[in-house]
T-cell receptor, first 113, second 113 residues
Framework: DTEVTQTPKHLVMGMTNKKSLKCEQH?????MYWYKQKAKKPPELMFV???????INESVPSRFSPECPNSSLLNLHLHALQPEDSALYLC????????????FGSGTRLTVV | GENVEQHPSTLSVQEGDSAVIKCTYS??????FPWYKQELGKRPQLIID?????GEKKDQRIAVTLNKTAKHFSLHITETQPEDSAVYFC????????????FGTGTSLTVIP
């Protein structure tokens, strides 16, 4: 299995809703990432997990809460989002000390209404 | 941190012509430089990468060159085809904990049939 699987593919949520994005990989990668991407812009790093521990938080607002329950799974919990948070949310994984095999998931297209 | 600049932001070429996209980086410690292709609505996909101990790498119609002294690297696509039309992102990173990628701003390539 060489895929990073993200669910759901599309999500529409209100500003008072709580939802979660899910990312899963079975490549044995011990580094996992959340990126946010706006249209025609490069991916922006949000969080990095290494060995299931949060190693980088790029000053992301607390309405985004990451969780890494095990080495294969990465979640992003969403609460009280704003319309400007609408974007494509990409998960990626890689080996911790190597860069080849840095693989993106297909993303979750999030719309906040 | 690293700063990656990418030029041009848009590029149109006739089918069969070559396309060149250039990136410069600021951190001389960066040692891995991937290129990603992102088609509309899809995930970024790795198309080629180069490590700092190599000056050039080629894969069929795609090649990447690296000039460590000048701190720039370039993507070359020869014999372009309409399916090469996409947004291309360069990135630079330093091996180590976190494996944070610093992305360029992207180049929108259009191949005109």
């Amino acid at each position: 299995d060489t895929e990073v699987t993200q669910t759901p593919k599309h999500l529409v949520m209100g500003m008072t809703n709580k939802k979660s994005l899910k990312c899963e990989q079975h490549m044995g990668h011990r580094a996992m990432y959340w990126y946010k991407q706006k249209a025609k812009k490069p991916p922006e790093l949000m969080f990095v997990y290494s060995y299931e521990k949060l190693s980088i938080n790029e000053s992301v607002p607390s309405r985004f809460s990451p969780e890494c329950p095990n080495s294969s799974l990465l979640n992003l919990h969403l609460h009280a989002l704003q319309p400007e948070d609408s974007a494509l949310y990409l998960c990626a994984s890689s080996q911790v000390d190597r860069h080849y095999g840095y693989t993106f998931g297909s993303g979750t297209r999030l719309t906040v209404v | 941190g690293e700063n990656v600049e990418q030029h041009p932001s848009t590029l149109s070429v006739q089918e069969g012509d070559s396309a060149v996209i250039k990136c410069t980086y600021s951190d001389s410690a960066s040692n891995y430089f991937p290129w990603y292709k992102q088609e509309l609505g899809k995930r970024p996909q790795l198309i080629i990468d180069i490590r700092s101990n190599v000056g050039e790498k080629k894969d069929q119609r795609i090649a990447v060159t690296l000039n460590k002294t000048a701190k720039h690297f370039s993507l070359h696509i020869t014999e372009t085809q309409p399916e090469d039309s996409a947004v291309y992102f360069c990135a630079a990173t330093l091996s180590g904990t976190g494996n944070q990628f610093y992305f360029g701003t992207g180049t929108s390539l259009t191949v005109i049939p």
